[in-house]
């Protein structure tokens, strides 16, 4: 059953454990990202292609030429928070309920939630794990 809220059509029904994930404050900023970002996200696809065709033809990556200034500049980056400081140990794992469970009952000072190599992602796969996530940190 397709469903549409502020010009974003679903169509396929979340599973009922994500219920309030895809809220209407996340619709619409889905909705306003897709309209201020996609014109520019089919031209970096394009690019991505034309690239992988000269790297094909046996190009070799470089750094811009256009952004030479930057690293000839005298600069750095600010301090890591203070949350970022310490991650001797973290652990990183997919986010399914036993294991985000598990992580964050680890003695570890971090968890990565892995929404990519470690998950299948699926539509539901996706939405469980935010679910997932939500549940955790309200408990």
């Known amino acids: 059953m397709a469903a549409e809220?502020?010009?974003?059509?679903?169509?396929?029904?979340?599973p009922e454990s994500a219920v309030g994930i895809l809220n209407t404050e996340?619709?619409?900023?889905?909705a306003m990202l897709q309209r201020q970002f996609n014109e520019r996200r089919l031209e970096l696809?394009?690019?991505r292609v034309t690239r992988q065709g000269e790297i094909d033809a046996g190009g070799l990556p470089d750094f811009l030429p256009d952004t030479e200034h930057i690293r000839a500049a005298d600069w750095q980056?600010?301090?890591a928070p203070a949350d970022l400081t310490d991650r001797r140990v973290e652990i990183t794992g997919p986010v399914d309920r036993k294991m985000v469970i598990n992580a964050l009952n680890a003695p570890a000072k971090c968890f990565?939630?892995?929404?990519?190599?470690?998950?299948?992602p699926t539509w539901a796969n996706l939405l469980n794990g935010q679910a997932n996530l939500r549940d955790a940190v309200n408990r």
């Open 112 to 120: 990565m939630a892995d929404f990519e190599d470690s998950c299948s």
């Open 77 to 79: 980056v600010a301090p």
């Open 26 to 30: 996340a619709i619409s900023l889905l």
């Open 45 to 47: 696809l394009a690019a």
């Open 5 to 14: 809220h502020s010009g974003v059509e679903f169509t396929a029904d979340a």
